[in-house]
């Protein structure tokens, strides 16, 4: 007897549409995924896309260093002067305008202390000179110039100090010609303080920073889109608080003129 030959089944209609249906919907997904990234990226700040590609590429070629080094004279040496290297420096522009800033000051500096040698020269050896109270001292962010508290502000105090206002705004004179941005950072030492106006370290160094601000704006004449304040308190020693010597030399307010290459890390002051 012949066998039956069995009848093949019928492939399931629509299997053949379903597949090419499939292909088809990844392929749209894709595309507009695409054009999502496309719209993106062209929102992106042209200066701060270029300065990350930058660092990107200093890092991936190889050409980044971290070198710890001290520059100039320092509220504690080997700490507060230390510059960590990172890629390309300033322009020979703008490192030529930090070293007028730092010769202005320093000349500034010396003209006060022989002033005050002249006018009292029974006194020389015997009272505190400028030169130890501001200290002028670049590191990898910018040249910073650092105050002790005691030349500014009475102890626990937020106010300045007779003749204050005249020292800030003599070394403002000297910052205002420069397009730098200008941050302002006030520091204590771990002693806690807990007032009505002060609950803590921080209001104190803030307050401190803003009051220093204020004398550049109104009496030095930079511009305030240029300037910012930082507060931080007792969290940012230059040594530790260990002693009435190293508790001194944490109390401080900094006034930083940033490098340029960190201006994409400052908020835009045009809408």
Known sequence: MARRRKKKEPEEKGAGMERWLLTYSDLITLLMAFFILMYAMSQVDVQKYSAVANSLSLVLTGQAMSVLETQGPSLAEGISGQQVKEGPGPSAQEQGQLDEVR??????????????????????????????????????????????????????????????????????????????????EGHTDNLPIHTGKFPSNWELSALRATNVVRVLQTGAGIPPNRLSVSGYGEYRPLVENSDNLSRSMNRRVDIVILKKKYDYFEPSSTP
Request: aromatic letters at 4%.
């Open 103 to 184: 010769k202005q000051i320093a000349e500034f500096i010396k003209a006060e202390e022989a002033q005050a040698q002249a006018q009292n020269p029974g006194a020389a050896g015997t009272t505190t000179r400028l030169s130890d109270s501001i200290v002028i001292m670049e590191q990898e962010r910018g040249l910073v110039i650092s105050f002790k508290d005691t030349l500014l502000f009475a102890s626990g105090s937020d106010e300045l100090a007779p003749g204050a206002n005249g020292i800030i705004t003599k070394v403002g004179s000297a910052l205002k010609g420069i397009p730098n941005y200008i941050r302002v």
